[in-house]
């Protein structure tokens, strides 16, 4: 499952996999015997209770298993809904490494004489996550720098994590087949895979640089290529302030930092194709002149034009509410054997997605439904349906394209902006040609020695 990086410098131990899995193993297991039960004995389970059990066992593990949970939980309809809403509240804490250790770690990527390469470098780690961690250092050119480390031994841990979502989905689909998450798992895992490979996240680093040079608003760190390897990311350091920190700001400030990430998220989008696929509150930092610096290039969706297409087909197809021409967009998206019931049913959450830019009027986004999660009522009222009628295979494209608009949306709900999403929309897709796009992209991906994801 996923194309998996070189492993020759990273070699984990069967220990390491069984200590690290035992606990979140046997709390799979039991929940499969009282799934098992309820559905064909009609014993009663405590979702909410043993929800919560299981986020104890993943918040202890931490490291890439934490960040797939994290992203099942913004998935809608792949989990039941006590556990998505238990697992949203999963935080990427991870231990920094010591000193000592970063040391060694540092030697491995730059060699021995690392530290004379820096003017200064701060021992203490500016932020720590699931993957790796950042230091602040500062160049010989005086440049301000963000050095991102990734912990070792990432490759084993990412295998074996991949293993448990394979546990943990085959455990629901068993109890629940409302919707088949092949697609799903493959699409995590190769993004998994990316994220380890810093020289793949340097040329999406490089391409967000070029697709977004004309946003005066949206700024992008600089690589700094001699300083960066496979394992180590050195770009330059953009000071900012938590997006947090606005939410109590006028409203009119508060409106200009959402639009500011609309076009940070949506012109590579529209004009290249591309997605930004971790919307999370820690990637992006907002400048005093409400500009927006976009971080963390390590999840990254590259999307055939035929996709983007489809995207605008959809809005077409509700906008004037033309059923065939739904179809057209859900299966350019790679969705099949769609039956009436079934476009009824996606047509649900495709209103609820793209409800604010129908809506031609200044508006929030949406409002926070149960549990405090964006999307949750419509996501369940979606699930049960598909349940009613056999079930549905989400194409893979599907994955990010989904989290990404809710991750954004719930970005939006937490500043309580309110503008009009249907002229931001429409201004950034008017004249749109997929031919157009088609050579954008491929100019651009050949540039920086990439390619779509199909």
């Known amino acids: 499952m996923g ?21 979140v193993s046997t709390t799979m297991a039991g929940l499969a015997a009282r799934l098992g039960g309820q559905k064909y004995l009609g014993i009663g389970i405590d979702k909410p209770q043993h ?9 202890d593990l931490k490291g890439p298993l934490l960040k797939v949970a994290q992203l099942l939980a913004t998935i809608p309809n792949v989990l039941p809904k006590e556990y998505a809403a238990e697992l949203q509240k999963l ?62 031994d990432m490759i084993s841990a990412v295998e074996a994590d991949l293993k448990q979502l394979r546990l943990i989905m085959g455990v629901f689909e068993k109890y629940d087949q409302s919707v088949l998450t092949e697609g799903i798992q493959q699409e995590i895992a190769d993004r998994l895979y990316e994220e380890l490979d810093y020289e793949l996240e340097a040329r999406h680093e490089r391409l967000y ?73 820690g990637n992006y930092t907002v400048q005093k002149d409400n500009s927006i610096n976009l971080l963390d ?6 999307f055939p034009p035929r996709f983007v297409e489809g995207v605008i087909t959809l809005y077409n197809a509700l906008q004037t509410e033309d059923q065939e021409m739904a ?16 476009i009824e049913v996606l047509n649900l959450w495709a209103g609820f997605l793209y409800g604010p830019v129908l809506d031609d009027k200044v508006r929030p986004i949406g409002v926070v439904e149960k549990g405090g999660i964006y999307g949750r009522d419509v996501a369940q009222q979606v699930h049960t ?23 954004l949306g719930s970005v939006f709900l937490h500043l309580k902006a309110e503008v009009n999403w249907h002229n931001l929309f429409n201004e950034l897709i008017e004249g749109f040609n997929v031919k157009d796009l088609d050579k954008r992209q491929k100019t651009a991906l050949k540039k920086f020695d990439l390619k779509a994801k199909h």
């Open 327 to 342: 179809v057209e967009a859900y299966e350019s998206w790679g969705f099949r054997g769609l039956t009436k019931r079934t």
């Open 297 to 302: 290039f390590g999840c990254i969706r590259i």
């Open 91 to 152: 935080q990427s804490q991870a231990p920094p490494m010591g000193w000592l250790f970063v040391r060694r770690r540092m030697m491995a990527e730059l060699g021995p004489d690392w530290e004379k390469r820096f003017k200064s470098f701060e021992k203490e780690a500016a932020a720590a996550a699931s993957l790796g961690q950042v230091h602040k250092a500062v160049t010989h050119k005086g440049e301000h720098v963000a050095c991102k480390l990734q912990y070792p």
């Open 385 to 407: 349906e598909l349940k009613k009628i056999g079930g549905i295979r989400v194409p893979r494209e599907f994955v990010f394209m989904d989290r990404a608009a809710l991750g």
């Open 209 to 281: 640089g070029h697709m977004l040079a004309d946003e005066d608003n949206v700024h992008i760190p600089q690589v700094i290529g001699d300083l960066s390897t496979k394992r180590l990311l050195t770009s330059t350091w953009l000071e900012g302030q938590q997006i947090l920190e606005f939410i109590k700001s006028r409203p009119e400030r508060r409106n200009e930092i959402a639009l500011n990430l609309f076009r940070a998220w949506y012109v590579p989008l529209y004009f290249y194709g591309v997605i930004h696929g971790d919307p999370h509150l």
């Open 3 to 23: 194309k998996k990086p070189d492993k020759t410098r990273e070699k984990g131990t069967i220990g390491k996999r069984i200590k690290r899995y035992a606990s």
């Open 51 to 59: 929800a919560r059990q299981l986020m104890e066992q993943l918040g």
